[in-house]
């Protein structure tokens, strides 16, 4: 999980950084940079929601493995 927060952090990085990008394309008539910028902060969305996913999925999987767990314990009985 500690990865996903590396993940986080380098999503919101990229999101941030692509904005300037944008906003500077945008000021000094740049398309390039602009779409740069727009293209930056589409790839920083993506790694966060990522991220998120494979979070979800490791407490999901944490459930199910504590269910089983208590099963077998209740079996054992």
Do not use: C, F, T
């Amino acid at each position: 999980m500690n990865s996903n927060l590396g993940d986080k952090a380098k999503g919101m990085k990229d999101k941030v950084v692509g904005k300037i990008k944008e906003e500077y394309g945008d000021l000094v008539d740049d398309s390039g940079k602009e779409l740069e910028g727009k293209l930056q902060q589409a790839r920083g969305e993506a790694i966060q929601k990522k991220a998120e996913v494979e979070e979800d999925l490791h407490d999901k999987a944490d459930d199910l493995v504590d269910k089983a767990n208590d099963k077998i314990d209740d079996w054992k009985e």
